[in-house]
């Protein structure tokens, strides 16, 4: 892959309250995202945050937040939310939300 193809593709942030504790659950979403969508993104970044903020970003795009009591989400549903701002053809296989 070229520079100029990587440059083109949107980068996925996590962003964690490491005071909460959810680095690892941070890092186990990121690898999962990078698995599904590694063809499709610049980088996947974990990003430390003020406390209390969970908030999953692709590009300019906030997919996921923690904000109004969401929870952490489920992979499925994630993975789902993310494909439909970068790959919005991208089949998710057995990863699709029933």
Request: aromatic fraction near 8%; proline fraction near 7%.
């Amino acid at each position: 892959m070229d520079s100029k193809d990587q440059e083109s593709r949107p980068k996925l942030r996590v962003h964690y309250c490491p005071q909460c504790g959810w680095l690892a659950r941070a890092a186990w979403l990121a690898q999962e995202l990078l698995q599904t969508f590694s063809d499709d993104v610049a980088e996947c970044a974990l990003v430390p945050d003020k406390p209390g903020t969970f908030e999953v970003w692709a590009g300019n795009t906030r997919v996921w937040t923690r904000e109004k009591g969401h929870s952490i989400p489920e992979i499925k549903v994630l993975k789902a939310q993310v494909r439909d701002v970068i790959a919005p053809d991208k089949a998710l296989g057995h990863s699709e939300p029933a």
